[in-house]
């Protein structure tokens, strides 16, 4: 009891912003306020229809009724004729470069950790809709949290619905659809969190060990596992597939770039942190004890990146969230060890439609995709692609003017308040 109590009271009710240590902090830079102005989402809760898998799980709270009204699923379409392309496929962008990813995102993604002689471990298995179900046959380390890291949980909840309104809205929804916690208490576990659902439908975010427990030098409860402020933005990253708002876009890479975007914007949101100055003592270093492998920090980088492309390619064929090295490093990195087991995740939403590869530059550009790739039809293509990035695929209108009502529009705009863009 005195544990817990020492370790909230180490974490500050007020507002984040400006709370956290600065590093490399440029003279006379200035910091802007933050200004939230999240897409409007229903207010209805929903959950993904999804079929009941075979592992029953216990949870460790009583969870709240779900709101009976399922999303409808997306069917699987058949081959669409290149005649079909839409207008928008002629301002496609040029290949990104091919850069080596650093090692520091490892941390962030549910990669292969297999027993010794095992065969690697997936945590998930995602659906075609973006949602996820239990592995009964392959998993047996779940368990409740137990009482400190349920308390680290809780605590994290709080101060981060305080001090981020994405946060907020993203926890809101999870809560309202019954969702809890489970712990994979596997030590050797390389992956932070992965998001899933039980028997009743209900989400459930699969915490690790590493990510909660990991040893940092000092025994006190308090000072194990990941700083708050890190455990809420990988929680936010996993909720955003249980998010009503995001429904409209299916299993894609543009699906797990909006999980990466959210992640990173409720960093950033409880650290206020900016190019200019990161709080490196909040984020979560990808190999224990190595300052120079922060993970947030890698992302966060490369989304100021894009976006900048994005403002300065308005009205010319440049700048597309497809040319940068950001959503590149989703598709061919994060998708293929994140969630292999469905590849939905490793095609753009233009690619699962047109039925062929489009990576100019990549000896693949233009070829058919494997037999059995994911496919959908215009309509599903038209919607989702408007709520990820907008007629020009840079977050804009079809008059070049930002559009808050996308996902990547509305990242942009923030990013322009916080003087980043």
């Given at each position: 009891m005195?544990?817990a109590v020492?370790?909230?009271?180490?974490i500050p009710?007020?507002?984040l912003a400006?709370?956290?240590?600065?590093?490399?902090?440029?003279p006379?830079?200035?910091?802007?306020?933050?200004?939230?102005s999240?897409?409007?989402?229903?207010g209805?809760?929903?959950l993904l229809?999804m079929?009941?898998?075979?592992?029953?799980?216990?949870?460790?709270?009583?969870a709240p009724s779900?709101?009976?009204?399922l999303?409808a699923?997306?069917?699987?379409a058949a081959?669409?004729?290149?005649?079909a392309?839409?207008?928008v496929?002629a301002?496609l962008?040029?290949?990104a470069r091919?850069?080596?990813?650093?090692?520091?995102?490892?941390?962030l993604l549910?990669?292969?950790?297999a027993?010794?002689?095992?065969a690697p471990?997936?945590?998930?298995?995602?659906?075609?809709d973006?949602?996820a179900?239990f592995?009964?046959?392959s998993?047996?380390s779940?368990?409740?949290l137990?009482w400190?890291?349920?308390?680290k949980?809780?605590?994290?909840?709080?101060?981060?619905?305080?001090g981020?309104?994405?946060?907020?809205?993203?926890?809101?929804?999870?809560?309202?659809q019954g969702?809890?916690y489970?712990l994979d208490?596997?030590?050797?576990?390389?992956?932070m969190?992965?998001?899933a659902?039980?028997r009743?439908n209900?989400?459930?975010i699969?915490?690790t060990?590493?990510?909660?427990?990991?040893?940092?030098?000092?025994h006190?409860?308090?000072y194990?596992g990941a700083p708050?402020?890190?455990?809420?933005?990988v929680?936010?990253r996993?909720q955003?597939?249980?998010?009503?708002w995001?429904g409209t876009?299916?299993a894609?890479?543009?699906?797990?770039?909006?999980?990466?975007m959210n992640?990173?914007r409720?960093?950033v949101?409880?650290?206020?942190?900016t190019?200019?100055s990161w709080?490196?003592?909040?984020?979560?270093?990808?190999?224990?004890?190595?300052?120079?492998?922060?993970?947030?920090?890698?992302w966060?980088?490369?989304l100021?990146?894009?976006?900048?492309?994005?403002a300065?390619?308005?009205?010319t064929n440049?700048?597309?969230?497809?040319?940068?090295?950001f959503?590149?490093?989703v598709?061919?990195w994060t998708a293929?060890?994140d969630?292999?087991?469905?590849?939905?995740?490793?095609y753009?939403?233009?690619?699962?439609?047109d039925g062929?590869?489009?990576r100019?530059?990549d000896?693949?550009n233009g070829?058919?995709?494997?037999p059995g790739?994911?496919?959908?039809?215009?309509?599903?293509?038209d919607?989702?692609?408007n709520?990820?990035?907008?007629t020009?695929?840079k977050?804009?209108?079809q008059?070049?003017?930002?559009?808050?009502?996308?996902m990547?529009g509305?990242?942009?705009?923030w990013?322009k308040?916080?003087?980043?863009v």
């Open positions: 005195k544990i020492l370790f909230l009271s180490l009710s007020t507002a400006g709370v956290v240590s600065r590093a490399a902090i440029a006379g830079a200035s910091f802007a306020p933050l200004q939230l999240a897409p409007v989402m229903p209805a809760a929903s229809p079929s009941a898998p075979a592992l029953t799980l216990t949870p460790s709270l009583a779900i709101a009976p009204a999303a699923a997306i069917a699987p081959a669409v004729p290149a005649a392309k839409p207008a496929a301002a962008p040029a290949a091919a850069e080596a990813v650093p090692a520091a995102l490892a941390a549910p990669a292969a950790s027993p010794e002689g095992g471990r997936v945590p998930a298995q995602f659906w075609a973006g949602a179900r592995d009964g046959a998993f047996g779940y368990r409740n137990d400190a890291e349920r308390q949980v809780d605590a994290t909840e709080r101060y981060a619905s305080n981020s309104q994405v946060f907020q809205s993203l926890n809101d929804e999870f809560r309202r969702g809890y489970l208490s596997n030590p050797h576990a390389k992956y969190a992965a998001a659902v039980d009743q209900r989400p459930v699969l915490l060990h590493d990510l909660l427990n990991r040893f940092n030098g000092r006190e409860e308090m194990r708050w402020e890190f455990i809420a933005s929680i936010a996993e955003v597939f249980f998010n009503a995001y876009i299916p894609s890479a543009e699906k797990l770039a909006a999980s990466f992640m990173t409720v960093f949101d409880l650290t206020n942190g190019s200019r709080a490196t003592d909040k984020d979560y270093q990808a190999v224990s004890g190595d300052r120079s492998t922060y993970t947030q920090w890698n966060f980088e490369q100021v990146a894009a976006s900048r492309a994005a300065q390619g308005v009205g440049s700048g597309h969230l497809l040319d940068s090295k959503f590149s490093w598709r061919d293929p060890q969630k292999p087991a469905i590849p939905s995740f490793q753009s939403l233009w690619e699962q439609y062929r590869y489009y100019p530059g000896a693949k070829q058919p995709l494997p790739a994911p496919r959908i039809d215009k309509a599903t293509y919607a989702a692609a709520t990820a990035y907008g020009d695929g977050g804009s209108d008059h070049g003017a930002l559009n808050q009502q996308t990547y509305w990242i942009i705009k990013l308040d916080r003087f980043e």
